[in-house]
Each structure stands twice: as C-alpha cells, then as structure tokens.
C-alpha cells in the first residue's frame, strides 16, 4: 500500500483546506483510513478516522463539528476538510491505513502503512 498525502499549505485563520489521501498498491475500499498529526517538539497525535464504508467517523474533541474526514473509494482517495482553522492546527499531517479493522482507530499502532504528510500552516 502506498498513501500520498497532499493539500496542505499557508492559510490564515478562520480559513479552510482540504487534504487528500490517494492510496494504491491494494483493496482501499477494504481498510479503515485514518489522519494523524504531529506539531514541532510535539508527538503525532489522531485526527480522525473512517471505517472502510464511509459509515463510521471519529474525531479528536479538538476538531470536532471543525473537520470532516470522508472517502470516495472509487478515487482510492480519502479526504480531510478542514474550516475554522486555528493556529494551533499548524502541523504536518499524516493519512495512515489499518488493513486489519482494529477497534483501536485512535492509536497509532493500529494502522500498518503511513503516508509522506503534508503540512499546514495557520497564520494567526
């Protein structure tokens, strides 16, 4: 599985960007994608999470009703939009794969393949 994160860029805050996540390489309407974050001197942290239907989201409280992870599995593509954005948004984002299903969608360990991030940056 290769993941190839884009989107990412300079915005001001209150702006929006939408990230894209493009997989090949297996069955990407078969595994459950998730977006990851990781700030300067910060460790990686969740962001959201879609099951491999598109039926179940999850979201990190500080994103919450701000972000909306969604996929077109016909595109092999997997989606971040991103409104009300906040400084401290400003990060280099991640999309990961779980090929497996695990319940544990918060955790970094649960995903098996990772993309090469792109990074955002909120002005304030």
């Known amino acids: 599985v290769q993941l190839q994160a884009s989107g990412g860029g300079l915005v001001q805050a209150g702006g929006s960007l939408r990230l894209s996540c493009a997989a090949s390489?297996?069955?990407?309407?078969?595994?459950?994608m998730g977006w990851f974050r990781q700030a300067p001197g910060r460790e990686r942290e969740f962001v959201a999470a879609?099951?491999?239907?598109?039926?179940?989201?999850y979201y990190a409280d500080s994103v919450k009703g701000r972000f909306t992870i969604s996929r077109d599995n016909a595109k092999n593509t997997v989606y971040l939009q991103m409104t009300s954005l906040k400084p401290e948004d400003t990060a280099v984002y991640y999309c990961?794969?779980?090929?497996?299903?695990?319940?544990?969608?918060?955790?970094?360990?649960?995903?098996?393949?990772w993309g090469q991030g792109t990074q955002v940056t909120v002005s304030s």
């Open positions: 879609i099951n491999w239907r598109g039926s179940s989201t």
């Open positions: 990961a794969a779980d090929l497996m299903g695990a319940v544990a969608v918060r955790e970094e360990g649960t995903y098996d393949y």
């Open positions: 390489g297996r069955t990407f309407s078969s595994y459950d």
